[in-house]
């Protein structure tokens, strides 16, 4: 019997850059053994373009995801939440295991090192996924 999907949270402040990349690497490298969300502890209500254009770079279409606050994803026990430099704004969410990636905000940043933190990103999230498949 399959093993039932990962349930993965990834948490920065506006919900606009690298959380949403993180949640687009989990469905990409994770497939339907995966459901990923994504949150903002104070959201900016937009995913930010450079966002969009990077993730297009390698076939995924972030513009059809949405930036939100931690009140609109599901109220469950995940099997792994990240935060990205929200500190203490990042309230409290059930979660088996917890972990804090210190990823830069490239908001900022030129298209290269935009492009630097997104591939740092996807090696961040598959090294999550193998650890927690576990042995076989």
Excluded at 18 to 32: E, N, P, T, V, W
Excluded at 54 to 79: F, N, V, W
Aim: include cysteine.
């Amino acid at each position: 019997m399959e093993n039932p999907s990962k349930k993965l949270l990834f948490v920065c402040v506006e919900n606009s850059n690298r959380s949403q990349m993180s949640q687009a690497f989990a469905k990409i490298l994770g497939g339907d053994n995966v459901e990923s969300y994504s949150a903002g502890s104070k959201p900016s209500g937009k995913v930010n373009p450079k966002a969009i254009a990077a993730m297009r770079e390698i076939g995924y279409d972030l513009s059809t995801h949405g930036s939100k606050s931690l009140h609109e994803i599901p109220a469950i026990e995940y099997d792994a939440v990240v935060t990205m430099g929200c500190g203490d704004a990042c309230p409290f969410v059930r979660a088996k295991r917890r972990e804090d990636w210190q990823i830069p905000d490239p908001k900022a940043m030129e298209p290269d090192e935009f492009r630097k933190v997104r591939d740092f990103i996807r090696g961040k999230v598959a090294d999550l996924l193998t650890e927690l498949k576990g042995p076989k």
